[in-house]
């Protein structure tokens, strides 16, 4: 019998469109405000004869501007950390599972899967990643033990994972990935691999694709972690 589930829709295309248009609306709403203080301050320079209150007030419009100039540069500064991190990192969402010994990453620089490899029984024991980063072939070592049957899986060219199921639970006293299973963007199923039990987790990628993971391990996988980027 399944445990309770936990399942995590991600679109990360709409997640980047909305902050980049939320980011850039915020500018424009900024640049519309400006120009209409400083049509109000050319107004009121032109008018010589302004009485003492339209002066003060004047003065008050100028460190509105000056105040709007700073949030504006603060603005910008966020959209420029947005773009560096939405378009040149990926997205990093989990990890599900507990915590090991030992960490991997592989998430920053994959540019693609090309092959999994797992070692299962009653739990996922070790898992290896073999990707490509700026048109360099790697592999992750084996993370986790040494236990387990084999079990591989290649992705073809244009091929790419855009989803992963799993479950969590304990095991000899760890908290352990107890199973995976990846879906492609072609249908293709693979697993899930490992026996399973406790709660089990979803993480379905609508518009996007899985390219790297990242987790802890010590004699299994403890837990595990999705990169992700649009299409």
Not at 4 to 18: R, W, Y
Request: proline residues 3%.
């Amino acid at each position: 019998m399944a445990g309770p589930s936990l399942t995590l829709n991600v679109d990360v295309n709409q997640f980047v469109n909305g902050l980049w248009k939320s980011c850039k609306q915020a500018i424009a709403g900024i640049d519309k405000l400006k120009n209409e203080f400083g049509k109000l301050i050319a107004e009121r320079n032109e008018d010589e004869e302004a009485e003492p209150d339209e002066r003060v007030a004047t003065i008050k419009v100028n460190q509105w501007l000056h105040d709007l100039e700073s949030l504006e540069g603060q603005v910008a500064t966020i959209l420029e950390d947005f773009t560096r991190i939405a378009f040149h990192n990926n997205i990093k969402i989990g990890p599900w599972g507990g915590h090991g010994e030992h960490n991997f990453d592989i998430g920053p620089s994959a540019s693609q899967i090309t092959r999994v490899v797992l070692h299962t029984g009653l739990v996922v024991d070790s898992l290896e990643i073999f990707y490509v980063t700026e048109r360099n072939e790697a592999k992750t070592c084996r993370v986790g033990g040494t236990g387990g049957g084999f079990h591989e899986f290649e992705l073809l060219p244009g091929e790419y994972i855009n989803s992963m199921v799993g479950s969590i639970k304990t095991f000899y006293g760890e908290t352990c990935i107890a199973k995976l299973g990846f879906k492609t963007n072609t249908g293709k199923k693979h697993g899930p691999f490992g026996h399973g039990g406790g709660m089990e987790f979803t993480v379905p990628v609508l518009d996007g694709r899985i390219v790297g993971f990242f987790g802890q391990f010590n004699s299994y996988l403890n837990g595990i972690g999705v990169y992700l980027a649009p299409k």
